[in-house]
């Protein structure tokens, strides 16, 4: 199979994925309430941001087994750990986390393959 192909299977396989975790946020954001709480560095997170956190990190796992991925909500990752990584996923599986709070639709889901420190 040829790099193009692969290529191409890849990111059908990201674009399914990051829509998966944009219906899970939509569900979400059309509640009338939601779960959230305030972070460590005092940056909010919703029940949509875990819910696409968890779509994310498990549909890359099953995709792309043998490349790690990181996201703004993984816990557990040291910077030890992943610093040698020369090939990983990084996420922000609801960037924009207080438009969303503040509904005014202004959000994305961010899949990102970084490779020899270049995305």
Do not use: C
Not at 33 to 51: G, H
Not at 61 to 86: H, Q
Not at 106 to 114: D, K, M, P, S, W
């Amino acid at each position: 199979m040829s790099s193009i192909n692969l290529r191409n299977i890849m990111i059908n396989e990201l674009i399914k994925i990051a829509k998966e975790a944009g219906e899970a946020i939509l569900e979400v954001y059309k509640q009338d309430d939601f779960k959230q709480r305030t972070k460590l560095d005092d940056s909010p997170v919703t029940e949509a941001d875990l819910k696409a956190h968890h779509l994310i990190i498990d549909g890359l796992k099953k995709a792309f087994p043998n490349i790690p991925a990181f996201s703004e909500e993984s816990e557990g990752i040291t910077y030890a750990e992943r610093k040698n990584w020369n090939e990983y996923f990084l996420i922000d599986p609801l960037d924009g986390t207080k438009e969303f709070i503040k509904r005014n639709g202004e959000f994305t889901v961010n899949i990102a393959l970084i490779k020899d420190h270049t995305p």
